[in-house]
């Protein structure tokens, strides 16, 4: 069976084709923030993204022809984890979603690809609105604003599973801390295969990251609403898009940053060294989740490949639980896994409403 795989990252778009379990085709092509500043809303990317995939597929010379297309789940309404074909409900609630991210392009690029060849189905998997909160993580200061969780569900499930894997146990058995540092960062708690806390890592809550601005003081966000000095949109940009490095550094890059500390950039050091601080202090918060019982932190993410990062990471982290890395993400393999699976029989096909 062959599979194609479409991964819209808010920094990247990720493409894979895999024939069964292997994989013919691995391809990670990086967005600037001045390539992506070029279209005003995400939903303006389609063509652009969409193409990015053909032209990957031609240059690498992919007959196009699969048995499933299968694109990251986007910001849908809240649901359990798992395979979703993708429908008029899903892709209707795309085209409206109230929250912007480029993950919103994978089911609207897969779908399309789709209905050019007959028999292909389109697929989503654990999308990043998967929700599984405990009631008490519900609850915030606000009857108006209950907790809301927007986090990087799929690879972190892969990389726990990967993780039990090598410790000879099953995801179910262990209790964990995972942290994905990507363009957003979320961090989660999984209680014996349940993400029971988990944040809102593209507008709501956490750490800021390169993209996002994470948990902001809620009277001056007011007062800044209504200062006149920006349009809702430009606000929500404020917020994610261009907050956190982006806002302050002007890039997302997390090498370049390190270029710019390296030559002696004292106030890129201060401003990579507080995202580093605020991460360390939103795991030691979910620490707490767990009563200090973690059986291990899990940190990944592209994020993850940097040693600057890790290393000062660590430092504040490793009293809590055994730290392991996993540098990028295992997004692409489970998409595929899960598409096999449901072409299979092997998964339930879920129906979205
Ligand atoms: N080799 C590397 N060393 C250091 N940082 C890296 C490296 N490769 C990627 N990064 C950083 O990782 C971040 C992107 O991570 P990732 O690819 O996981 O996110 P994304 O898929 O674009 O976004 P998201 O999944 O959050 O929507 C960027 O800030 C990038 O600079
Ligand atoms: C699902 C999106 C998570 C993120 O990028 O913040």
Redesign the pocket.
Known sequence: MKILVINP????TKIAVYENETPLLIRNIKHTTEELAAFPRIIDQFEFRKNLVLKALESEKIPFNFDAIIGRGGLLKPIPGGVYEVNDVMLDDIIHAMRNH??NLGCLIASELSLLLPGCRAFIADPGVVDELEDVARITGSPLMPKITIW?ALNQRAIARRFAKEQRTKYEDLDLIVCHL???ISVAVHRHGRAIDANNALDGSGPFS?ERAGTLPAGQLIDLCHSGRFTNDELKKRISGRAGLAAHLGT????TVIRSIEAGDHHAKLILDAMIYNIAKEIGAAATVLYGKADAILLT???A??DYVISRLKERISFIAPVYVYPG?DELEALALNALGALRGELPIQVYK
Do not use: L, M, Y
Request: aromatic share 0%; proline share 10%.
């Open positions: 990252g808010s920094t990247s480029a993950c990087h990507g363009g957003g390169p997302t890059d997390i090498p993410g592209g994020i490949h940097s993400e």
